[in-house]
């Protein structure tokens, strides 16, 4: 069965240095993925997604990501971070038709001034 | 700019009440979900629709049921509350099942 593991349950980044947060999945075949962005009280908002093609995908608030098939990662990245982006963010997979999306635990980010 | 509520946002209940979630989405989305999220933890899927009259269990047991006379609205509901109840709920809905999840705000129960 497929899982999605998040590593890092908190990350605390200065404002405007980089960030990565990390996602592992396990999944046969390949997958197709997300990550998610929660503020507080919120919902789950899109960042970006990929479902094949090329490796590295923008997304939205300068926000990229890139799938590693050898290494089974699809991990998030940002240049600068901005303290708006404190928030906690979801990798998801999914694994074909007929299937709902599995989530990993979540990473909280905290950007400090 | 969600197109997809939920209601009511906070909802605080006392032990063997009955209650009900509501979901709805102006997409025209079949397929339409219902997650548990506990701090700390992944989200659990609980209960999936995949159009009228279709509903199903998810992976995690639920004792809450769920119903889908209309495509629009997906509505869950508890007919016994109890503490362990208590969570955050999010409603969600896809186009297709190579689509992005698309959230509504989530209805944060407590069950006193």
């Known amino acids: 069965a497929q899982s999605v593991t998040q590593p890092d349950i908190h990350i605390t980044v200065s404002e405007g240095a980089s960030l990565e947060l990390r996602c592992n999945y396990s999944y046969g075949a390949t997958p197709y993925l997300f ?11 899109l960042l970006l997604k990929y479902f094949s093609g090329d490796t590295l995908v923008q997304g939205i608030k300068g926000f990229e990501a890139e799938f590693k098939r050898s290494q089974s990662s699809f991990n998030l990245r940002k240049p600068s971070v901005h303290w708006s982006d404190a928030a906690e963010y979801f990798c998801a997979v999914g694994a074909g038709a007929g299937t709902a999306l599995i989530f990993g635990k979540g990473t909280t980010l905290s950007v400090s001034s | 700019e969600a197109d997809i509520y939920q209601t009511p946002r906070y909802l605080v209940i006392g032990t ?7 979901c709805s989405q102006t997409m025209g989305h079949d397929k339409m979900y219902w997650y548990q999220q506990d701090p700390g933890m992944e989200l659990h899927l609980i209960h999936y629709s995949y159009g009228v009259n279709s509903t199903e269990k998810g992976d995690l047991s639920s004792e809450s049921t769920v119903s ?11 007919e016994s509350a109890r503490p362990s109840h208590t969570s955050q709920y999010l409603c969600a809905s896809r186009q297709a099942d190579y689509s992005p999840l698309h ?6 129960l407590t069950v006193t």
């Open chain 1, 35 to 45: 990550w998610y962005v929660q503020s507080p009280g919120q919902g789950l908002q």
């Open chain 2, 16 to 22: 063997g009440k009955k209650i009900t979630l509501e």
């Open chain 2, 68 to 78: 889908r006379i209309r495509t629009e609205h997906f509505p869950l509901t508890l």
């Open chain 2, 103 to 108: 959230f509504g705000n989530g209805t944060r």
